[in-house]
């Protein structure tokens, strides 16, 4: 029998990572089953998040669904824009992610420490209420100007540690060797295959 998740996600660059990473499940999104409602994101941690965002879907489509929620952390800003990541600037729609690198980078205009990472966390909830979580980190700092023209959200102003390059100069297969998102969605495969 195919094994089908459904995503609590509505931005397709997600959607494509988390397919491309959990390639032995059919990955559909919300939307494909009718569900558009707008989630209310009020947790305090990404885990939270991520475990309201599944749980939402879960008993309201009665199927298996996944959830992430995931941000930038930078040190010098005491972990900013962290879980507000999304909505950093307060600006939404097709402006939403430039809006948003531009503050941080302003927001940072002088500043030597420029350490950072990328947190997620997933969470799987199924229809009988049970729930995996898992969280992975990938750490790197943030560039002084926009590079590359891969990736999504704060990628192009993230320099990768592990890949020794930014993450808007990455392939989709070198990012999701390393990333945050990898790590958390790898971590819940094995608790999946364990469980």
Do not use: W
Request: charged residues 25%; aromatic residues 8%; hydrophobic residues 35%.
């Amino acid at each position: 029998m195919e094994k089908v998740i459904v995503v609590a996600t509505s931005n397709q660059h997600k959607l494509k990572e988390i397919a491309q990473i959990f390639s032995n499940y059919r990955i559909i999104s919300m939307q494909s089953l009718g569900f558009n409602q707008e989630i209310e994101e009020n947790g305090l941690t990404f885990q939270e998040n991520a475990i309201i965002k599944a749980k939402t879907v879960s008993s309201a489509l009665n199927v298996t669904a996944l959830a992430d929620d995931s941000g930038l952390c930078v040190d010098a800003l005491n972990g900013a824009p962290s879980i507000y990541s999304a909505r950093y600037s307060g600006v939404n729609g097709e402006r939403q992610d430039k809006a948003n690198r531009e503050l941080l980078l302003k927001n940072l205009q002088g500043v030597d420490d420029r350490t950072a990472y990328f947190e997620s966390c997933v969470a799987l909830c199924f229809n009988d209420g049970r729930i995996i979580t898992a969280s992975g980190r990938t750490y790197g700092k943030i560039l002084l100007s926009e590079k590359g023209n891969n990736g999504f959200g704060y990628d192009n102003i993230f320099y990768s540690d592990e890949l020794n390059k930014g993450f808007g100069e990455a392939t989709d297969e070198e990012k999701n060797r390393v990333s945050h998102r990898a790590k958390a969605l790898n971590l819940l495969s094995k608790k999946l295959q364990e469980d």
